[in-house]
């Protein structure tokens, strides 16, 4: 029970088991007031392409949520990291089964310029304001979950597995784009700030 005990005790992060990514809801000063910075993903890419999303991405060896999303928020759109400031963080939000999101929002100080790289088609701007009018709406997802054809139900009571689910999940559409999913999530508990 010692060795045991030791080997727990160096285990370390508690969120190991997990993958970790860091995005960045960054803000700046536009004409029409205060506007988040979102990019519509290449539809070369192959998780989410095409969608709408915020800058960011896994956690690399020994980086920090807000390194990773700093740094990805250079590689993506090119703005330095020397152009951002911190101004904060939301809560973490399980993407999928076993992934934390950490989102920070951060102000972008001028000047600072949006150059999109390979994985971004397009950067634009959303004003705050449409978080709040006409604001988010909300659409169910229903979910089907079973058990893979290997795994041996025949030990099951009933002989199978089956759990169905839904929750709302928030969308809302700005000038022909839809943010949907993880983004409008982290952008709707921004709205409650607002």
């Known amino acids: 029970m010692e060795e045991l005990a030791r080997r727990l005790a160096l285990s370390g992060d508690p969120f190991g088991r997990f993958l970790q990514a860091g995005v960045v809801v960054a803000l700046a000063e536009r004409p029409g007031g205060t506007a988040v910075l979102l990019e519509l993903r290449s539809r070369s890419l192959a998780r989410s392409p095409g969608e709408v999303g915020l800058p960011g991405g896994r956690l690399e060896a020994g980086e920090s949520a807000w390194e990773a999303a700093r740094r990805e928020l250079e590689e993506e759109l090119g703005i330095e990291a020397a152009r951002v400031s911190l101004l904060g963080s939301l809560p973490v939000f399980e993407r999928g089964r076993g992934e934390l999101v950490h989102p920070f929002v951060a102000?972008?100080?001028?000047?600072?310029?949006?150059?999109?790289?390979?994985?971004?088609?397009?950067?634009?701007?959303?004003?705050?304001?449409?978080?709040?009018?006409?604001?988010?709406?909300?659409?169910?997802?229903?979910?089907?979950?079973?058990?893979?054809?290997?795994?041996?139900?025949?030990?099951?009571?009933?002989?199978?597995?089956?759990?169905?689910?839904?929750?709302?999940?928030?969308?809302?559409?700005?000038?022909?784009?839809?943010?949907?999913?993880?983004?409008?999530?982290?952008?709707?508990?921004?709205?409650?700030?607002?």
């Open 107 to 194: 102000l972008l100080q001028d000047p600072f310029t949006v150059s999109p790289g390979t994985e971004v088609a397009e950067a634009f701007w959303l004003p705050l304001e449409a978080l709040r009018s006409p604001g988010f709406r909300y659409a169910e997802i229903r979910e089907v979950i079973r058990l893979a054809g290997r795994f041996p139900s025949r030990y099951l009571p009933a002989g199978r597995w089956r759990r169905r689910g839904s929750r709302p999940t928030p969308y809302l559409v700005h000038e022909g784009r839809l943010v949907w999913g993880l983004t409008a999530e982290i952008l709707a508990v921004l709205a409650t700030f607002l």
